[in-house]
């Protein structure tokens, strides 16, 4: 007999593996299809809400299949091609699909059931009975009839709450269930407009007019501001906001209340976008020559290559070649994806492509709001949204790392800006993907061109395009013409040597920030340290305080006057003396962008100065205020972390000052120099970009370092080659892959053991290629301690097999039975 029962295949955004199967009820058949999401059971009482991988009728092998719930959408929200991407990213880099969803899907699309807490009706109420906590909680579910855990907490008065909740269930009081609410919808606004009988009768609404005029004046205020906003929108049905008429009108809104009662005016409301959408300003680019050349080639040459390389210096003009062919793609009827490694860059690019591009440009990024990254993710999915009478629909979307998980349809061109930033790589929690060669494989997915763009690219990138692999495209003039900055050193050793350095500060860049400051010209400071003081040391024992959850020293931050630890947010008050040997004689320590900020004034106390660290940024719309404030003048000298090392344009810089080159050069990666390299060139690139030539101080304690030099002379090439040299002695990307396992856990004797264990297997497949197990710089996070072991892989044909054979090695260890509460964290391709 023909099984005619449905089943559906769900994918859940849990770290678990593969798919789930449910049986599909009678009345929910017509409304399964791939992509859509469902409500379903999981665990003993917990629901969630997965995607449909797949409708089917092979029924499974487990007699007691559970059934979906509910279907929640119309449409589906993701198609095949996505679930395959999804596969992809999960296999390349070794985690589960269900973590894959996870990090793709907006927060307010993924739908986990919460605990409601209601009163048993049959329960018998005897306050003597009840604990204070339990008197408080009954009385506020008397009132409300039911509560959420977190509003029960409040209720109780304390935060454990479970056994409290416990205790009352056993007692046959109260009982739980579980809800799942849908948190995303569309935003509706309030719209006003004449109604049809004063729409259609001049003469009825020229009288009401002429009566408002004499007994109302302040719906005729109302009614004035109505015709004002009606022309001025060109709206042809007269329609206008109804906030903007309030503010039009001076918050008249009794008047406006008394003209709808009256039959005047019809309030309505539609849905609208939640976001500020500009139109098309001056659309017109003139490329120079190299830039012509340049976009000429990439066009040329993308026919065969699916990557090309575009190696620019700083100010080179490459946003105007990627404008263009944006154009190019979006005149073909194809979507653009343009990724930046910085939330902080989208704010300028962002205003740039809107005056090309208007309302087709979207935005996605962590600093949106869920219902924004969601708003985003629908209009994608849905090929436009409805915001009044219009529909908007982004045919390019401008984002970090996360937008390569939007779900395009139709995707042409992909733009990977910065591609060398480390930024790109994803670290906690899993997928821990490099958004850059994710982007490569979502392109050659939709048979789309990709365009990566650097003035310093990856060694990776550039031997790929070495290789012939990618096209590569080289600018090496500046726009207009404009030389390259003029790099001064300061020696600082020599400095303090002649008693000439001030604080942190060289006589050098002094007198260069005071010369800049009189041509009302503006400074950069560069400091890749947050924070005040990087540490605070004991001038007897040389002590220092450290975090109790870290292995790290504690950094002093003025505005809260404490130490904190920047990796578990402990903090404590500053010791008056040493916690070792008592001394009172305690001593501040190297230097951060709150110090930088606070000396800064005692030189220049005229200047106008502002910082952009992490701790200035963490507000939603903090990059665009201080980035903002900075190209109106408002700010004369900028202090700041990575943050503004790259991308950003400020025409009036003429001065960029690098306070310490060294703390970037000497770290122990292999990587090391490319990096230093890559930021001092990047942040050197913000200085002189108009007609007059900048200047870039860099205070270091070497400057005879190969690093130092090479900067001086711009000298990307000779920077490659002989990275390339010492990657290939030793084994290195890009001859070889790297896979970083890190094995975690709060007893240090557990994790030694079980690493020497599964090093000593490694070694037994890969020998030489295995690396440690060695501890970490910091070796302890939130009391849990941490080591890794790097396997290098020959980029051959054997690749994947390799892979496979340590991912069945790591499979087949987790099964031992002693090694079961150590954690693995797989990192491929680590940063």
Excluded at 117 to 135: G, P, R, V, W, Y
Excluded at 539 to 544: F, G
Excluded at 656 to 671: C, E, K, M, Y
Aim: net charge positive.
């Amino acid at each position: 007999m023909q099984n005619t029962k449905s089943y559906v295949d769900v994918l859940l955004p849990l770290p678990v593996r593969g798919y789930f199967t449910y049986l599909v009820p009678d009345h929910l058949k017509d409304k399964v299809e791939s992509g859509k999401r469902v409500v379903v059971p999981f665990g003993v009482k917990k629901l969630y809400a997965g995607l449909i991988r797949k409708v089917h009728n092979n029924s499974p092998s487990s007699k007691r299949t559970k059934e979906i719930i509910s279907v929640q959408d119309e449409k589906p929200l993701v198609l095949s091609q996505h679930f395959k991407f999804w596969e992809w990213v999960a296999e390349y880099y070794m985690c589960n699909v269900g973590e894959v969803m996870n990090a793709a899907l907006p927060a307010a699309l993924k739908l986990s059931s919460e605990t409601e807490i209601i009163i048993n009706e049959k329960a018998i109420l005897d306050e003597k009975s009840f604990s204070i906590q339990e008197t408080n909680l009954l009385k506020e579910l008397e009132k409300k009839k039911k509560l959420t855990i977190s509003k029960a907490i409040k209720a109780a008065g304390i935060k454990k709450i479970i056994p409290l909740i416990n205790n009352l269930i056993e007692k046959g009081i109260i009982t739980t269930r579980e809800f799942v609410n849908e948190t995303y919808k569309p935003q509706k606004t309030k719209f006003i407009k004449l109604s049809a009988e004063y729409e259609e009768d001049e003469e009825k609404l020229k009288k009401y007019f002429e009566y408002a005029e004499k007994r109302a004046p302040k719906q005729l205020t109302v009614l004035m501001a109505y015709m004002k906003l009606s022309e001025s929108t060109g709206n042809k049905n007269k329609e206008i906001s109804y906030n903007d008429l309030l503010k039009e009108s001076s918050n008249a809104t009794q008047a406006v209340t008394a003209l709808v009662k009256k039959g005047v005016f019809e309030i309505y409301e539609q849905e609208s976008s939640r976001f500020h959408h500009s139109n098309i300003g001056n659309s017109n680019i003139i490329l120079n020559n190299h830039q012509q050349a340049a976009y000429n080639e990439i066009v040329s040459n993308l026919k065969e290559k699916e990557v090309a390389l575009l190696h620019g210096v700083t100010s080179s003009g490459k946003t105007e070649i990627y404008i263009e062919l944006i154009k190019k793609c979006i005149s073909e009827g194809k979507q653009v994806l343009y990724l930046l490694p910085e939330i902080a860059l989208t704010t300028q690019i962002i205003e740039r492509l809107q005056n090309h591009f208007g309302e087709d440009v979207g935005v996605y990024h962590s600093r949106f709001n869920d219902m924004e990254r969601a708003e985003v993710w629908s209009n994608i999915a849905k090929g436009g949204i409805k915001s009044g009478k219009d529909k908007i629909s982004y045919k390019v979307v401008l984002g970090a790392r996360s937008a390569v998980f939007l779900p395009f349809k139709n995707l042409g061109l992909v733009i990977v800006d910065e591609e060398h930033d480390a930024n790109y790589k994803q670290y906690n929690p899993a997928p821990r993907y490099n958004g850059r060669d994710t982007a490569i494989y979502l392109a050659n997915m939709f048979g789309a061109k990709t365009i990566l763009g650097s003035a310093t690219p990856s060694v990776e990138s550039y031997y790929n395009a070495k290789a012939k692999k990618y096209h590569l495209v080289e600018l090496f003039s500046r726009h207009g013409d404009i030389q390259m900055p003029e790099i001064l050193i300061a020696d600082i050793k020599k400095e303090t040597r002649h008693k000439k350095m001030m604080s942190h500060f060289s006589s050098l860049l002094i007198d260069n920030i005071k010369k800049a400051l009189e041509e009302k010209e503006q400074i950069i400071l560069f400091q890749n340290r947050r924070g005040f003081s990087l540490l605070l040391q004991c001038k007897e024992c040389e002590a220092m305080p450290h975090c109790k959850n870290c292995d790290v020293t504690l950094v002093y931050h003025k505005k809260i006057e404490k130490l904190k630890c920047h990796y578990c947010g402990y903090s404590q008050k500053i010791p008056s003396k040493c916690s070792f040997c008592g001394s009172a004689n305690m001593l501040m320590k190297g230097f951060g962008t709150q110090k930088v900020e606070e000396e800064i004034p005692i030189f220049f106390p005229d200047a106008k100065i502002g910082r952009m660290d992490l701790d200035t940024t963490r507000s939603k719309n903090a990059y665009q205020k201080i980035i903002s404030d900075f190209e109106q003048k408002k700010i004369d000298v900028l202090i700041g972390t990575q943050m503004i090392s790259k991308g950003l344009d400020f025409n009036n810089v003429s001065v960029v000052g690098i306070l310490n080159a060294d703390n970037l050069i000497h770290f122990p990666d292999f990587r090391s120099y490319e990096k230093a390299f890559q930021q001092l060139m990047q942040v050197s690139g913000r200085a002189g970009r108009t007609k007059k030539r900048g200047k870039v101080i860099v205070q270091t304690y070497n400057p005879e370092h190969d690093v130092i030099k090479k900067v001086i002379n711009n000298d990307y090439s000779g920077m490659y080659k002989q990275q390339l040299c010492e990657r290939k002695e030793f084994n290195y990307p890009p001859f070889f892959r790297l896979i970083l396992l890190s094995l975690v856990h709060k007893n240090p004797d557990m994790l030694n053991k079980s690493c020497d264990e599964l090093a000593g297997k490694l070694i037994d497949i890969f020998g030489d290629n295995v690396i440690g197990p060695e501890y970490p710089l910091i070796s302890r996070i939130r009391n849990f301690y941490t080591k890794n072991i790097m396997v290098k892989i020959p980029k051959d044909n054997k690749y994947l097999n390799n892979k496979k054979k340590i991912k069945k090695l790591l499979e087949n260890f987790q099964k031992i039975q002693k090694y079961r509460t150590v954690r693995i964290i797989t990192d491929i391709d680590p940063m």
